[in-house]
């Protein structure tokens, strides 16, 4: 079961190195999706696949929340990383995949993105990762810059193909019942 209330025992006060990084827990939710909402959206981060919205943030979180983190200054969510674990069937690895990572722009050169990725890593490792895995679009030349400092590279392409179906027969025929 995920905690409901902020332990009463954890320091909320930054470290020494910054903002305080640490497993994320329900009331955290809101902070998160606002941050999230704040840095990713569609003009800034056009995604084909994946949209930032509140029913994927509470899927991770309740399916996967080991490798749910936030980073805290205060009482203020700050940052927060997400990801998930990957077990194939027939096989003996496991794959991290570090699903979201976003930072408060106020705190983007303090290495709180790194210090977020190096502490999921952590958690793969521990539950058995062989290989981290994370995704960004091409043009996202800050994102990679990111990664590939945090030592994610092997740049592999995907190609994502479309059809335009509103000239096809049978939409054309249903929106037509519809008038």
């Known amino acids: 079961m995920r905690k409901t209330k902020r ?9 020494a190195r910054g903002p ?11 902070g ?7 840095l990713f959206t569609p003009d800034k981060q056009p995604n084909l696949y994946r949209t930032w919205d509140e029913y994927e943030l509470a899927s991770f ?3 996967d929340g080991d490798f749910c983190l936030v980073a805290e200054s205060g009482d203020r969510i700050v940052g ?4 998930t674990l990957i077990e194939k069937r027939r096989s003996a690895w496991k794959y991290g995949y570090l699903i979201w990572v976003g930072v408060s722009p106020r705190f983007k050169r303090h290495r709180l993105g790194s ?3 190096e502490r ?5 490792i521990k539950h058995g990762a ?11 030349w800050e994102a990679l810059q990111f990664f590939k400092k945090q030592g994610i590279g092997n740049d592999i392409g995907h190609v994502y193909l479309s059809r335009n179906l509103s000239s096809h027969p049978d939409y054309l025929k249903k929106n037509e019942v519809r008038r």
Do not use: C, H, W
Request: charged fraction near 30%.
């Open 80 to 83: 927060f990383a997400i990801g």
């Open 7 to 15: 332990s009463q025992n954890r320091t909320k006060a930054p470290t």
């Open 20 to 30: 305080a990084i640490r497993e994320m827990e329900l009331d955290d939710l809101p």
């Open 130 to 140: 062989r290989i981290m895995m994370v995704d960004t679009q091409k043009s996202n």
């Open 120 to 124: 999921l890593t952590e958690r793969f």
């Open 32 to 38: 998160v999706y606002r941050l999230g909402e704040r």
């Open 61 to 63: 979180f309740t399916s």
């Open 115 to 117: 210090r977020l990725v």
